[in-house]
Nanobody, 118 residues
């Protein structure tokens, strides 16, 4: 059984930075892409970035180069470095597979809350 545990969120001022971590356990294939998603209050969950096992990355256009996704397959962990944060980045952040690029859905974790406010 696959488990995904997100951590690293918190309260930051606009312009600040956070580094999120997603630790995976169980039978998860490291060859498939993994993504970070976020859900703001009253909005649907959206894919913000994903990374393949070889290191290829893609980002939502709205991020404008502010976020960087990475992975350490030996540690079975995916990271999201977030810089120049704005209030619009506020939401609950989750990790999961990216089915449209060939990976499977896994059970959703609890997510980690990111709040950007002055």
């Amino acid at each position: 059984q696959v488990q995904l545990v997100e951590s690293g969120g918190g309260l930051v001022q606009p312009g600040g930075s956070l580094r999120l971590s997603c630790a995976a356990s169980g039978s998860i294939a490291s060859i498939y892409p993994m993504g970070w998603y976020r859900q703001a209050p009253g909005k649907q969950r959206e894919l913000v970035a994903f990374i393949t096992s070889s290191g290829t990355t893609k980002y939502a256009d709205s991020l404008k180069g502010r976020f960087a996704i990475s992975r350490d397959n030996a540690k079975r962990t995916v990271y999201l470095q977030m810089n120049s944060l704005t209030p619009e980045d506020t939401g609950v952040y989750y990790c999961n597979g990216v089915p449209e690029y060939g990976s499977s859905w896994y059970p959703w974790g609890q997510g980690t809350q990111v709040t950007v406010s002055s």
